[in-house]
């Protein structure tokens, strides 16, 4: 059985910093592209970050490029969020998940509110 535990999520002031953890079990999490997700009451969940299987190719949507950072400890199966410079409109449930998402393995999200 698939668990994905999402933590870190936290209410941080704009031009703020958190970093996100989740970690994997049930999955050989080694050989999973993974991602970051979020979403906001009222929208379609979206795809901010993604990594190879072994962490050396990531990506990040437009809205988030130059501002987090993906990684992963295989080690710990376990995959990271490093988010800097935060806006108001960061404020999202964050999720991980697998690349593509399987949809019967989301977990219950950290919520990250920016806000003065």
């Known amino acids: 059985q698939v668990q994905l535990v999402e933590s870190g999520g936290d209410l941080v002031q704009p031009g703020g910093s958190l970093r996100l953890s989740c970690a994997a079990s049930?999955?050989?999490?080694?050989?999973?592209?993974m991602g970051w997700y979020r979403q906001v009451p009222g929208k379609q969940r979206e795809l901010v970050a993604q990594?190879?299987?072994?962490?050396?190719?990531?990506n990040s949507a437009d809205s988030v490029k130059g501002r987090f950072t993906i990684s992963r400890d295989n080690a710990k199966n376990t995959v990271y969020l490093q988010m800097n410079s935060l806006k108001p409109e960061d404020t999202a449930v964050y999720y991980c998940?697998?690349?593509?998402?399987?949809?019967?393995?989301w977990g219950q999200g950290t919520q990250v509110t920016v806000s003065s």
């Open positions: 998940n697998t690349i593509p998402a399987d949809k019967d393995s």
């Open positions: 990594i190879s299987s072994g962490g050396g190719i990531t």
């Open positions: 049930g999955i050989r999490f080694s050989i999973k592209p």
